[in-house]
Every structure is written in structure tokens, then in C-alpha cells.
């Protein structure tokens, strides 16, 4: 088992940044690839980043590449999503998750989740 606890969601003007945080624990961090996702009021979740087990592969969401930096630090046991240029259609309950046989995009090849951590970018 893994337990994921995302943090740093908030409250942002349009244009600013925020870092979000996911701590795990459980097995071995670097044993699964991490995934970031994300879910829109009335809308269906969906992914943004994602990392592989060493942290030498990332791929984005068309979304947000350019603006999102998605890293890992095994010594800590956690992932971070760095959220730069932020617009309103970035709020929305982030996610994180851990697969470990799996890197890509499909949240159903996700094996663990956290609670979420709310985004909210005003305009």
C-alpha cells in the first residue's frame, strides 16, 4: 500500500504560480511512476503530468506544457507540480497518483490516490 497526502493548493491570481506537494509513504517511493491529475466542477477528471520511477522521463498534457513542471525527489518520497502562468481554466481539485507498472496518461493505470488539494485561479 501507498499513502498519498497532496499540498500546497490555494487560492492565485491569474498569471501566478503555485507548487504543489505529494508526501508519500508506505513502499518504496521509487518503485512507481507519479502522475498528477486534475478535476473541473462538472467535469470529468483529467491528466496533467507525469513522472517515471527514476525521474528521467516527464510528459504533459497539450494543457498545460510549457507553464507545469512536474519533478520527483525519491530521497523525500515526493513529487511536486510546479504551476507557473496560471489561468482560470487551471481550477480545479489536483490529484496525485502512483502506478507501479504503468507511465502514461490513463488515470484507470493508476493504482494509488490522494485526496485532492483545491486550485483556484481568479481572473
Request: glycine fraction near 12%.
Amino acid at each position: 500500500q501507498v499513502q498519498l497526502v497532496e499540498s500546497g493548493g490555494g487560492l492565485v491570481q491569474a498569471g501566478g504560480s503555485l507548487r504543489l506537494s505529494c508526501a508519500a509513504s508506505g513502499r518504496t517511493f521509487s518503485s512507481y511512476a507519479m502522475g498528477w491529475f486534475r478535476q473541473a466542477p462538472g467535469k470529468e477528471r483529467e491528466f496533467v503530468a507525469t513522472i517515471s520511477w527514476s525521474g528521467g522521463s516527464t510528459y504533459y498534457a497539450d494543457s498545460v506544457k510549457g507553464r507545469f513542471i512536474i519533478s520527483r525527489d525519491n530521497a523525500k518520497n515526493t513529487v511536486y507540480l510546479q504551476m507557473n502562468s496560471l489561468k482560470p481554466e487551471d481550477t480545479a481539485v489536483y490529484y496525485c497518483a502512483a502506478s507501479g507498472s504503468y507511465y502514461g496518461s490513463r488515470s484507470a493505470n493508476y493504482d494509488y490516490w490522494g485526496q485532492g488539494t483545491q486550485v483556484t485561479v481568479s481572473s
